[in-house]
């Protein structure tokens, strides 16, 4: 009898203890006895779920997607529960967190830069890296798409500044020009190949030269210019049509 009594305490103290324990974190496993408690609940791995729709972590993962596709061999349908667990996790989205703050231009073809270059992650967030490629990409990006970003960025400028958008290169504030030339916003397509970018270039002082020369190197930009004299003429034409 005593032994059957207390058989039936063991049971029911495993019985009690099992129904006690009705929610748990499915990231983490733990266990909780309350709901309101687990939907407090917030683990590491839950968080980062929880922030998989932010803009940086969404970088963050093409990006990841895109470093596990050229650094192995294996076949495998990625997901965002792959990517939440991967020890590289918080590097990639530290870099898509970047790419959002300096707005960086064509942010896939600067992930196949980095990768082709062999950029180590840790530097993937260094504006000197960024400006590596920024000089290369600007040299060898579509001509069209770069007159295309430049009037673009030229039209809010000009609205803030209250000047027609085909002015702003001659009534723009220089300092604010001279950075978007530095981000990449005003290529140095519309720099060379219209009047009032030539005009503009002219009219800088030394410090001013000094910030953009990098991007705009007149040298290198001149042997583009005559490897493709049609396209450069179609861009000039294009550029003063539209008052440039």
């Keep these: 009898m005593k032994l059957l009594l207390k058989t039936?305490?063991?049971?029911?103290?495993?019985?009690?203890?099992t129904n006690l324990v009705k929610y748990g974190c499915e990231f983490c496993k733990r266990e909780f006895l309350r709901e309101s408690t687990?939907?407090?609940?917030?683990?590491?791995?839950?968080?980062?779920?929880?922030?998989?729709?932010?803009?940086?972590?969404?970088?963050?993962?093409?990006?990841?997607?895109e470093f596990y596709k050229k650094?192995?061999?294996?076949?495998?349908?990625?997901?965002q529960e792959d990517f939440i667990k991967n020890p590289y996790y918080t590097a990639f989205v530290k870099f898509g967190n970047y790419c959002v703050n300096i707005n960086a231009i064509n942010i896939p073809r600067f992930t196949d830069w980095l990768l082709k270059n062999q950029v180590k992650i840790d530097n993937w967030c260094s504006d000197s890296t960024y400006t590596k490629y920024l000089v290369e990409f600007l040299r060898h990006e579509d001509a069209f798409d770069a007159i295309h970003r430049s009037i673009e960025h030229c039209m809010?400028?000009?609205?803030?500044?209250?000047?027609?958008?085909?002015?702003?290169?001659?009534?723009?504030?220089?300092?604010?020009?001279?950075?978007a030339i530095t981000t990449g916003k005003i290529s140095?397509?519309?720099l060379f190949q219209s009047d009032s970018g030539v005009r503009f270039l002219e009219t800088l002082n030394e410090g001013h030269v000094k910030m953009i020369i990098d991007y705009i190197n007149p040298e290198q930009w001149a042997i583009r210019f005559k490897r493709d004299i049609?396209?450069?003429?179609?861009?000039?034409d294009t550029l003063k049509d539209a008052g440039y």
């Design 8 to 17: 039936n305490l063991s049971n029911m103290k495993e019985t009690l203890a």
């Design 38 to 65: 687990t939907l407090r609940h917030v683990c590491e791995p839950k968080r980062r779920w929880l922030d998989k729709d932010n803009h940086g972590n969404r970088i963050g993962f093409q990006c990841w997607l």
């Design 71 to 79: 650094n192995t061999s294996k076949r495998k349908n990625l997901k």
């Design 156 to 179: 809010g400028m000009a609205t803030d500044a209250k000047i027609l958008p085909h002015d702003m290169l001659r009534y723009g504030n220089a300092n604010k020009i001279c950075y």
């Design 188 to 190: 140095p397509w519309l």
């Design 230 to 236: 049609e396209l450069t003429k179609r861009i000039n």
